[in-house]
C-alpha cells in the first residue's frame, strides 16, 4: 500500500429529510495508494451512498473520515481540495453540453493547468477510453457507452489520486468493458490511482479488485460469507475442483491446480427444495436448511443455507416464491462450474 | 421634426426598458437559482405570490410607485418622479417576476447532475452555480428577452411615472397615446408599427435561443 488514502472508522450515513430508512454503516475500511477497491452487493445495499461519501459529495454524520491523513470536512476549502483529487464518475454520467473536449477541459481549467497542455492531456485520455480525434464531438451525438467513456476520460484526464466509479462497464459491451477493465488495472499500477468501484458483477470484481468488500443493506457483510474455499486443487484435466468438506466437492471452469480460493457470486447459485433427497447429491450439490431469510431489495432475498457448509445466496423473490422456499425447509443446493471462480492467492 | 421626437421616443424607450431588464434579471436570476436548488418551508408561497405579481396590472405598479415617488410620498425627497429612473424602477418590478418565473422554470430544467457532476470535477460551489446557470443559458436569455418585450410595450406605469414629457420621458407608447389623443393616427400608426416590430424581433429572438436549445 503506496500510503493511506483513505480511513474509515465507525462512519455513519442516513439520507437526510428522507423518509427512507436507509443508512450506511461501515466499521473500518482502509484504502491505500495505487490499490483498487471493488464495492458489490445487491441493489440498495448503499454502494453508490459509499461512493458518494468517498467523493466527498455527501457528508457522513458519525465516525470519522480521514483522507490522506485530514478530514477534509473540517473547511469548505478542503472539501474543494479533496474533490480534486478524489473524482466520481457515476452510472449515469452527465456530460455538459458543448463538446468532449470541452468537457474533458473542464477539470483541468478548475486547477489551473496551462491550456497549452490541454490538447495533450484530452488526446491521451480519450485515447485511452478508444474515442481518439473526437474532441471536436458533441455530446448529444454520442451513444449511452460513448457517454460513460468520455466521462471516464474526463475523470482521467485530471490525473486524480482516486477514481471512483460507479458501475464502470455497466453501458459497455463486453470487448470494450474488458478495455476499460485493463485501463483501470494500468491506472493502479502505473499512476498509483486508488480505483474504488461498484459492480454488480462478481467476477470483475475478483478481476480487477486487491480488495471486495460486499455490502448489504448498507452494512459491510464480512468477507467470509462471500462463500470463499481455499484449498488444495486436483484437475483431471478437464476440470478443476477443491474439497472444502469432508465428501464435498466443488468443481469449477479451467485447470488449475494447487492451492486456490475459489470465489463463488451468490446470486448465481440455485436452490431447490430437497423433496425428501439427502446430501451427497454429486459435485457441486449440497444438501442443508435454510436457517435465515433477509429481504435485501423489494425483489430479491439473501438466503443462508447451512448444512455441512454454510452458503449465502441471492434469489429474486419469485423464484422464493415459485419454488416454496422458506425458513427451515431442507433445500439441495447447486452450483453451476461457471459460477465459481477460482484463482491462486 | 417628427423623425427626431419619434427617434427619441425610440431611445428612451430601448433605454429605460433595456435597463430594467438587466436590472432585474440580475436580482431575478440568482433568487431562482436559490429557489431551483432549495426545498423550504415557505418556497410555495414564494412562487405563488411571484406568480400573482406576474399578472399584476401595469397601473397598479404605476399607482404603487407614485404613491412612494410623488411629494408627499415616502420617497418623494429623491425628486425621481416623473424621470427616466422612476420609468426604470417601477418597470424592473414590472418585469423582476417574469424573469423570475421564467428563469425559476428554466434552472429547474436542468439536470440535477449538472451540479454534482461540477463538483466532482472540483468547482467550487460558486463555480457550479455557473454551471448551472451555463447549462440553462439559452432558456435564461429566453427569460431575459422576454421581460424586455413587457417593459418596452406597457404604457401604464411610463405614463404615471414618465408623464410622458417631451424629449425627456416620452417612449414610444406614451407616444402613440399622445398622437392617437391628437387625432395624429398617421403618427400613431407608425409608432405602433414601430413597437410592433421591436416586439416581433425579440421574439425571433427569444424563439430562435429555444430552438438552439432544444437543437443542442
Known sequence: ?345 | MIFRELGLAIWISFKTSGLAALIASFLAVPAALFLAGREFRGKRAILLVNQTWMAAPTVVIGLLFYSLLGRSGPLGGLGLLYTQTAMTIGQVFLVLPLILGFSYTALRQVDKRARLTALTLGATRRQAGWIVLREARFALLTAVLAGFARAISEIGIAMMLGGNIRHATRNITTSIALETAKGEFRNGVILGVILLVITLGTNILVQSGLRTKDGE
Request: proline share 5%.
Open chain 1, 1 to 345: 500500500m503506496a500510503g493511506e488514502i483513505y480511513r474509515l472508522e465507525g462512519l455513519h450515513y442516513a439520507y437526510p429529510d428522507s423518509a427512507s430508512r436507509f443508512a450506511l454503516e461501515i466499521e473500518s475500511l482502509l484504502v491505500g495508494g495505487g490499490e483498487t477497491l471493488a464495492l458489490v452487493g445487491p441493489n440498495g445495499a448503499g454502494k453508490s451512498t459509499l461512493l458518494m461519501i468517498l467523493a466527498f459529495l455527501a457528508r457522513p454524520y458519525g465516525g470519522r473520515l480521514v483522507f490522506r491523513g485530514g478530514n477534509p470536512w473540517a473547511s469548505e476549502a478542503g472539501v474543494v481540495a479533496a474533490r480534486r483529487e478524489a473524482v466520481l464518475v457515476t452510472h449515469h454520467p452527465y456530460l455538459f453540453k458543448g463538446t468532449v473536449g470541452e468537457n474533458l477541459a473542464f477539470g483541468l481549467k478548475l486547477r489551473g493547468v496551462p491550456e497549452a497542455d490541454w490538447p495533450k492531456r484530452v488526446g491521451a485520455a480519450l485515447d485511452l477510453v478508444e474515442l481518439s480525434g473526437r474532441e471536436r464531438a458533441n455530446v448529444q451525438a454520442l451513444s449511452a457507452g460513448q457517454v460513460q467513456r468520455v466521462a471516464l476520460a474526463r475523470a482521467v484526464v485530471l490525473e486524480p489520486k482516486v477514481l471512483l466509479l460507479d458501475e464502470p462497464t455497466a453501458a459497455l459491451d463486453a470487448a470494450l468493458g474488458l478495455r476499460i477493465e485493463a485501463v483501470l488495472r494500468e491506472l493502479g499500477r502505473e499512476a498509483e490511482t486508488a480505483v474504488v468501484f461498484s459492480t454488480h458483477d462478481f467476477s470483475q470484481a475478483r478481476r480487477l479488485a486487491d480488495e471486495v468488500l460486499y455490502l448489504s443493506e448498507g452494512r459491510r457483510v464480512e468477507y467470509g460469507h462471500l462463500n470463499c474455499f481455499s484449498g488444495t486443487a486436483s484437475t483431471d484435466g478437464e476440470r478443476s475442483w477443491i474439497e472444502p468438506a469432508p465428501g464435498a466437492r466443488i468443481v469449477f471452469p479451467g485447470e488449475r491446480t494447487g492451492h486456490v480460493t475459489c470465489v463463488i457470486d451468490p446470486a448465481s447459485i440455485d436452490v431447490r427444495p430437497a423433496d425428501g433427497l439427502s446430501g451427497d447429491a454429486g459435485p457441486n450439490v449440497f444438501a442443508g436448511k435454510i436457517t435465515r431469510m433477509d429481504l435485501i431489495s423489494p425483489s430479491s432475498a439473501l438466503l443462508r443455507v447451512s448444512g455441512d457448509l454454510t452458503f449465502r445466496v441471492t434469489m429474486p423473490m419469485e423464484d422464493v416464491e415459485a419454488k416454496g422456499l422458506s425458513l427451515s425447509k431442507a433445500v439441495l443446493l447447486e452450483l453451476r462450474p461457471d459460477s465459481v471462480d477460482a484463482g491462486h492467492d
